[in-house]
């Protein structure tokens, strides 16, 4: 495939869209992108995106994964982008608690193991990667490797602490603003002065394929989070990093991270890649938030990454 011409803003060719429904009939709206018939499968993943988030923003890294002979697929989470709303406001982000989601991706992934060839790999972006970490703890599935971009193990609760920060979204949620926005703009700048763009990437056209995704789809765009989405948000976080927890993974991850993330905690990643038995961490110096869709020189390192790690830790089976 000519990635150098890739069209970003079109579903490639045998990408499905479909819809797929949770044990309790909640809607999602399903993609599926099949190894080529005439290549040896390398093996299946799942890819979830973050808050907010939808696949399509990650379409170039796909079609890289897709050539290299992976079975791709995933859904969009519950509460967003193709999967419906939570609320009658459809710009709020909102969720009761975290495990909502982490019951969907159960669900998900059990008839993908037990029907797709391995190896078996879950990778997934920020909020992705939280609810990946928290099925990696709670259901200890026989997955063969992780793939984390900027994983939201925690987020960036500056300028105050996250002790603080916790319980100023528990007060406000529980004086009536559950279902209200947390902030205006869907990613809350942590810099007085700092844009959108600036957290997310150095890259201006793949930042610009978001708002043409958005504009002929609007269905995908969703706003800020609620106040009870913060509040799950922290107490999952809590959990995750309990005494003890982290150290029951025994699944090989890598996570691709960035030390200038001013969206998700970068010592919530240092301190994870300290504690989980088997891990790599790579940490870039300079990137933004959205590793995946940086400017060539960044993203292609990244790239090399995850192909290197799968390549030693899930391995083709022959």
Not at 178 to 192: D, F, L, M, Q, T
Not at 203 to 228: I, M, V
């Amino acid at each position: 495939m000519d990635f150098d011409n890739l069209d970003r803003r079109a579903h490639p060719q045998g990408l499905t869209i479909d819809r797929w429904h949770a044990p309790d009939g909640w809607d999602h709206r399903r993609w599926r992108w099949p190894a080529e018939p005439t290549k040896s499968a390398r093996g299946s993943m799942i890819f979830q995106a973050g808050r907010g988030d939808f696949f399509e923003k990650y379409l170039e890294s796909l079609a890289q994964w897709h050539a290299d002979g992976w079975n791709l697929c995933g859904f969009d989470w519950r509460g967003q982008s193709g999967s419906g709303r939570f609320l009658a406001n459809p710009k709020v982000g909102h969720v009761e608690g975290f495990e909502a989601w982490t019951a969907d991706l159960q669900a998900f992934a059990e008839p993908w193991l037990a029907e797709m060839p391995g190896p078996h790999v879950l990778a997934g972006h920020s909020m992705g990667g939280h609810l990946i970490m928290r099925y990696l703890i709670e259901q200890q599935p026989p997955i063969d490797a992780v793939v984390l971009s900027a994983p939201m193990l925690k987020v960036v609760s500056k300028p105050f602490s996250e002790k603080l920060a916790a319980f100023i979204a528990r007060f406000l949620a529980g004086i009536g603003l559950a279902k209200v926005k947390a902030w205006p703009g869907n990613e809350r700048p942590s810099v007085p002065g700092s844009s959108r763009q600036k957290l997310l990437t150095h890259d201006f056209d793949r930042y610009a394929d978001e708002d043409w995704w958005t504009a002929n789809h609007p269905e995908l765009k969703l706003g800020p989070p609620s106040w009870r989405w913060l509040v799950s948000a922290y107490a999952s976080s809590a959990a995750m990093f309990a005494e003890g927890v982290l150290e029951k993974i025994d699944v090989p991850v890598l996570m691709v991270a960035t030390a200038q993330d001013r969206l998700v905690s970068a010592d919530a990643i240092r301190e994870a890649a300290e504690r989980l038995p088997d891990v790599r961490l790579y940490m870039h110096e300079i990137a933004a938030h959205e590793l995946l869709r940086e400017r060539d020189d960044i993203r292609d390192e990244v790239m090399r990454e995850i192909v290197d790690f799968l390549e030693a830790r899930a391995p083709a089976r022959r």
